[in-house]
């Protein structure tokens, strides 16, 4: 895992600023540092070494193309020898080396290759041409500029800042990005005026100051007369092999462990097929002592987890976050994010990664599993459908706004939502299912991964997610819906496919997300902080403060969540605290 940078244009960018901008994005690896400078280009590299941790160091070169790259290709070992029997030669025992020779030899087709998480650049040296791509379910981030003639490449929106070419403009279409779908974003939006994400499963080549984007996989509609029986067997053998292959690495690796189905799938798994497993699980100071059932979260995972651990003989570590620390980081991870995020969730990630980060480099998690098996209660939950629907409260959102924006919040959802329903395949467009599970994929699930790895590499950890797989997830879409939901029970299908495999009180665990804070500590704190925050009048151009001044007035919680089961009234206060936090930090210019 690692961070990448790039450059190329008429007015050459000065070297030091170049690696000021680099420097940036330090704790996304400090095993090296790497550079590459020629004629109106630069490359830059930071290295977090998993393999090959003596020869993998980058930008790597091979006649005439040079790559910088970020990311773990899993089957890695069947390129190479396919390369290998056409002649090629290597000689480290990286991935980086396979992607290089695999692009000299097949272009753009290796994408097709892959299978993995990435974003990397290849410089092809006599054409002066730039390929970039990412993986096919971002994974690892990508973000682009490209001003007048010059063309810049990052791994974070804050390094591509700091070069001065794009200023931090937050214009009215961004705006209503923003209050609309976030902590979610429109997808290819780079948040900043000028300022673009390169999707997942795209890629891009810049040649002669010209751009040209094509997507290189999608989910692809097929006939599929598996039964329910068959379909288990290769449920249950894609995912192994998934879990399986993303243990590869040269230093140990661990999983997380919240003692519920994904986590403890993954935890079997690896620790079947390994000698010794550390596994990690965190909760908040205190918590249990405010503890409440929802709709949503129906238990605490301790004895879940004691369970699992005992089973399966791992090395379990019980990580506890001080409400103090829940607070105070939401400031650092917004910095690691670039924009406003999941508050108290973003803050525990961190300091949790923070801790394993101590002992481990490399993770496994879960996420994904509930984006492709329906594990959400609004794949089963009629009354939850409504086009994104982990934003139900779009009444609110657009009360929330200064009325003399005009941005209507409603229109501005259902355009995106019906440009993602597009690019469904014609013959699933219109089932509501099949929309559900693309949305899922291309907003809800992005946002997760998203977090996940700004989190852990804020921390300086890899973290590897073996339900986003493409066989698994390309098998996943042509089954039918009753084979994921049946008889009130969500994710049936993985339950029934691993049977056997864990213990039956861990396989037929009600879903529980992530845990959050449920202490009024929080509450209290944020609160006081955007009240303070409010005198500097930096919401004043987007926000309603007489709305905002209600919302930290009422004393009571709100039943319906800002954005999924985790952001709720104290989460949405953290929300615009940071948005305040962010308009000062970024010296943001707001153009309505």
């Not at 980058?58 to 089957?75: A, C, D, L, R, W």
């Not at 041409?129 to 096919?136: E, G, M, Q």
């Amino acid at each position: 895992m690692c961070a990448i940078l790039g450059f190329i244009g008429k007015n050459h960018l000065d070297k030091n600023l170049f690696k000021e901008m680099l420097e940036l994005m330090s704790n996304r690896g400090n095993d090296n540092t790497g550079f590459y400078f020629d004629k109106n280009i630069m490359l830059g590299h930071k290295r977090l070494a998993i393999r090959d941790i003596e020869n993998g160091n980058q930008p790597m070169s091979f006649k005439e193309y040079i790559i910088v790259y970020n990311g773990e290709i899993y089957n890695v070992d069947e390129i190479k020898e396919d390369l290998l029997n056409q002649g090629y030669e290597f000689s480290t025992n990286c991935d980086t080396e396979v992607i290089l020779k695999g692009y000299a030899c097949y272009k753009e087709k290796i994408l097709q290759k892959l299978e993995g998480i990435f974003a990397f650049t290849i410089y092809n040296k006599k054409k002066k041409s730039l390929f970039i791509a990412r993986d096919r379910f971002g994974v690892k981030p990508l973000y682009y500029t490209k001003k007048n003639k010059n063309f810049i490449f990052s791994s974070t929106i804050k390094s591509i800042l700091k070069s001065k070419i794009i200023k931090p403009i937050l214009t009215k279409e961004e705006i209503a990005n923003l209050v609309s779908l976030g902590p979610s974003r429109k997808c290819g939006s780079g948040i900043f005026k000028d300022l673009y994400e390169l999707r997942p499963a795209h890629y891009l080549i810049l040649k002669n100051n010209k751009i040209k984007i094509k997507r290189y996989w999608q989910v692809q509609s097929k006939k599929c007369n598996d039964t329910f029986e068959e379909a288990k067997i290769k449920i249950r053998n894609l995912l192994s092999d998934s879990i399986k292959r993303q243990m590869v690495s040269d230093v140990p690796i661990a999983t997380l462990l919240s003692g519920g189905l994904d986590s403890s799938l993954i935890t079997a798994i690896v620790a079947l097929n390994s000698k010794e497993l550390t596994t990690y699980s965190i909760d908040y100071e205190d918590n249990d002592k405010f503890f409440k059932k929802n709709n949503f979260t129906v238990s605490q995972d301790e004895y879940f987890i004691n369970v699992m651990s005992k089973t399966f003989n791992t090395n379990h570590q019980y990580k506890t976050i001080t409400q103090k620390d829940v607070v105070n980081l939401l400031e650092k991870t917004l910095y690691l994010r670039d924009y406003p995020g999941m508050t108290d969730i973003d803050s525990s990630l961190f300091w949790f990664s923070k801790e394993i980060s101590k002992e481990h480099k490399v993770i496994l998690s879960g996420e994904c599993a509930d984006e492709i098996f329906g594990g959400y209660p609004w794949f089963y939950r009629k009354e939850l459908n409504n086009l994104f629907p982990w934003i139900n409260n779009i009444e609110y959102r657009q009360k929330l706004l200064k009325p003399e924006l005009k941005i209507n919040i409603k229109k501005y959802i259902k355009k995106e939502y019906k440009r993602m329903i597009k690019e469904i395949p014609k013959k699933d467009r219109k089932q509501k299912n099949k929309q559900l599970f693309y949305i899922n994929m291309t907003h809800f699930m992005t946002t997760l991964l998203d977090r996940k790895d700004r989190m852990t590499m804020g921390a300086t950890i890899e973290a590897r997610v073996p339900f986003a797989d493409t066989k698994l997830i390309e098998y996943l879409w042509n089954l039918p819906f009753d084979y994921k939901y049946k008889d009130g029970c969500e994710k049936y299908l993985l339950r029934e496919a691993f049977q056997g495999v864990i213990p039956d009180e861990i396989l037929y665990r009600k879903k529980n997300p992530y845990p959050k804070t449920h202490h009024p500590y929080f509450l209290d704190n944020v609160r006081k902080l955007l009240k303070e925050r409010l005198k500097n009048g930096n919401l004043e151009k987007i926000f309603d403060i007489n709305e905002i001044n209600k919302l930290l007035d009422e004393e009571n919680d709100y039943d319906i969540p800002w954005f999924g089961q985790l952001m709720t009234k104290p989460q949405l206060i953290a929300y615009l605290y940071q948005i305040d936090l962010w308009i000062e930090k970024y010296n943001i210019i707001i153009k309505i």
